[in-house]
């Protein structure tokens, strides 16, 4: 037997300070958030824009690890889960449709009622015992102004339980107006209005759907979009960054009928500008910005108030694919009574919005969430980041997220990044592709 003395390692986490936001007390109370690397389940989320499913089309996507797949038939979209009951084949790998009521799975025929998911035939045994007895979960779509929802539900929740869109989309104006004052705006437009025109993009993010989405209403990360070409454009002098001033500088909103989420009260004397770091020698001087207001509700779904200008509303979904991969959506909203109001805002959009704002200002946000994906990842980062005042904004968050939440969807199994080793990854990766939202179809070469 060795005569060394044993050494133990210490167990005890050195360079943490104890005046850090987020101590063991506060961390307690939004624990459900930091197990919901998948995302929360029993929600409503975009699934694709209209113009991206045509009539009779299927395209299959992923949210939360559960495979969807959708199809339009005499205008109508239906979603199903995207796995083969019979061997787990996805359905949309390569769309086999032989009625406008059915999808078939392309490699053995196992065929699904687009409405009731129900087994309905199978190609080379119709008389299996196996039909009528089980079948695929059903989706509920919601679209509207260009936009297909999906409800991506747990294989057991009711459809009688099913919310209204509403309840996962962000506050209403003016509706709101009188709780929520914007006297230096006017009211800003919603997806579900009359009239309503939405342009936007979608595209993989590369990180957590958490750490994307507090990225979004972040009010320290002002830095970051110093150098944006918009910001010199429109000649804009923003702060160093936003300090709360009072306990009530965020309104949190539990109402038992319409959306969860908070409201932060920007451009008021409950937030301050920080326009001074004598430490490092810089000052802001003449401050000249946009009036804007950023709110959040569940699942998490971003808000920004009067951006980028006047009439105008942009929302963000930071949609989890996986649990390290999200669909980012960026849109931006307005009411457009008639033609020409229209093709003024896709003239808007194509020369100004898109290249400047959606690109320009949010791949900033891009870049920023991809290097705090390491750190967060192994769950490292949840329990050792040191948080700061400017940090209520996402220790808020997590809070109301972990109350209100309808679910935390479970890592996914049998799906698309469940593992991250596997042969598939590698020859994806040697064919040059990225991890993706869109299923990529079989092509054969005949």
Known sequence: MS????????????????????????????????????????????????????????????????????????????????????RGVRLSEKPTCFTKSTISCWYHGFTFDLETGKLVTIVANPEDKLIGTTGVTTYPVHEVNGMIFVFVREDDFPDEDVPPLAHDLPFRFPERSEQFPHPLWPSSPSVLDDNAVVHGMHRTGFGNWRIACENGFDNAHILVHKDNT??????????????????????????DDGPKGMMQWLFTDKWAPVLENQELGLKVEGLKGRHYRTSVVLPGVLMVENWPEEHVVQYEWYVPITDDTHEYWEILVRVCPTDEDRKK????????????????????????REAMQNFYYDGTGWDDEQLVATDISPITWRKLASRWNRGI?????GVAGAVKDTSLIFKQTADGKRPGYKVEQIKEDH
Not at 350 to 364: A, E, I, Q, R, V
Not at 409 to 413: H, L, N, Q
């Open 409 to 413: 969807a479970k890592p996914g199994r």
């Open 230 to 255: 918009i910001v010199h454009a429109m000649d804009w002098v923003l702060p160093l960054g936003l300090l709360p001033t009072s306990d009530d500088c965020i309104a949190v909103v539990e109402d």
């Open 345 to 368: 805002f896709q003239y808007r959009y194509d020369h100004m919005y898109k290249p400047l704002c959606l690109h320009g200002f949010n791949d900033s946000d891009l870049y920023a």
């Open 3 to 86: 005569d060394q003395p044993i050494i133990r390692r210490r167990q005890v986490k050195t360079g943490i300070s104890d005046a850090r936001a987020n101590n063991a007390k506060t961390q307690s109370q939004y624990q459900p958030y930091k197990d919901a690397a998948w995302g929360f389940i029993n929600h409503w989320y975009p699934a694709l824009f209209t113009h991206e499913l045509e009539e009779d089309q299927v395209q299959g996507i992923q949210i939360c690890g559960v495979p969807i797949v959708l199809r339009r038939v005499n205008g109508k979209v239906f979603a199903l889960k995207d796995q083969c009951l019979h």
